[in-house]
């Protein structure tokens, strides 16, 4: 089967498309899914899991059909059926290849209304909003938020939830071009990151919502209040990530919390968004979509990080 491989490693690494990997086999209460489309997170060329895996296929988020069930699988899913789903980082195979393996539990029935290519752009995005705003923040309805990288996939995805499902303040950060779409998205203020003072705009939000890192990142820690929260998903991770020591920033913001996460698979969470995409309370992302013969191009296209929409390759016309 055609699929994207890495090749060499997180220093030194190539992306190819190839055609000599063998179609997987369902297992267990395994989903085998015939992707339609698969997105693409840049930053996967330096994570570990990939190097780690025998077949160095990447990419994590997958739309598709139904096309195999594991001998044990006892759920709702039939075969056939339009599906998305995040797959796990560990996993033996990523989702850039035209069959995919994914856990019941990462599943979720796509949403109707839009077409493979959106929706593989969705999971991980999705998910990271979700996670940060209702599982890690746990913010009030009316909360005052910062949202940084506004315009990139997981930004436009905090900047909707927060606004349509908290009825928030939203504040993000982005170029100016991006601007007027975040505005039509619900965001109540933009500023310019070209602003190098952008930070003395903002006082006294409730949460920030950090999809940047470095000094984006450090800035953020003047906007909140002393009871806020900075939630980051930056990659790659401040220096006090995973359990590594605290932030510098804490001998002047002594009661602020914070904390950096890294999503994980979420199937009921995605039949949530399917129903709001559906129902037009969210709107998709916006994607950049190329064909499987494009792969190479596609992750040249990911890798800029001023791009327009997310990159997705397409294994189905």
Same mark, same amino acid.
Not at 94 to 102: M, P, R, S, T, V
Not at 115 to 133: G, K, M, N, R, V
Not at 140 to 169: F, H, R
């Given at each position: ?129 979700? *996670?940060?705003?209702? %599982?890690?923040? +746990?913010?009030? @309805?009316?909360?005052? #938020?910062? !949202? /940084?990288?506004?315009?990139? $996939? ?60 470095? *000094?984006?990142?450090? %800035?953020?820690? +003047?906007?909140? @209040?002393?009871?806020? #929260?900075? !939630? /980051?998903?930056?990659?790659? $991770? ?74 997705? #390759?397409?294994?189905?016309?």
């Amino acid at each position: 089967m055609k699929a994207v491989q890495i090749l060499g490693s997180q220093n030194d690494h190539r992306i190819i498309l190839s055609d000599t990997l063998p179609r997987p086999s369902p297992t267990g209460h395994r989903v085998l899914i015939k992707v339609h489309a698969a997105g693409i997170t840049a930053d996967e060329v330096i994570w570990p899991e990939l190097y780690a895996s025998s077949n160095r296929v990447p990419g994590h988020d997958v739309s598709g059909t139904v096309d195999a069930l594991g001998p044990q699988y006892s759920g709702p899913l039939s075969v056939g059926q339009s599906v998305y789903a995040m797959i796990e980082a560990e996993a033996p195979q990523g989702g850039q290849a035209e069959y995919a393996i994914a856990m019941p539990n990462e599943i979720a029935v796509k949403p109707s209304s839009i077409s493979h290519a959106e929706a593989a752009a969705l999971p991980i995005p999705a998910l990271t909003a979700w *996670e940060a705003i209702f %599982k890690r923040a +746990n913010l009030d @309805k009316g909360s005052k #938020i910062l !949202v /940084t990288g506004a315009s990139g $996939a997981v930004g436009v995805m905090l900047v909707q939830v927060a606004k349509k499902l908290l009825d928030a303040e939203v504040i993000g950060l982005a170029s100016s071009s991006n601007h007027a779409m975040l505005a039509e998205l619900g965001a109540d203020q933009v500023l310019d990151y070209n602003n190098t003072n952008w930070h003395d705009e903002v006082h006294g939000v409730d949460a920030v919502f950090d999809t940047v890192g470095g *000094e984006t990142l450090a %800035k953020t820690w +003047n906007t909140v @209040k002393e009871t806020g #929260i900075i !939630v /980051t998903v930056g990659d790659p $991770a401040p220096v006090w990530a995973f359990g590594r020591g605290q932030p510098e920033e804490l001998q002047h913001h002594p009661e602020v919390r914070w904390l950096h996460f890294i999503v994980s698979p979420d199937g009921d969470t995605l039949s949530k968004v399917s129903s709001l995409i559906d129902d037009g309370t969210l709107k998709p992302i916006p994607v950049m979509a190329f064909e499987v013969e494009e792969a190479v191009e596609a992750w040249e296209f990911a890798a800029q990080r001023r791009r327009k929409g997310k990159a997705v #390759i397409k294994f189905i016309a």
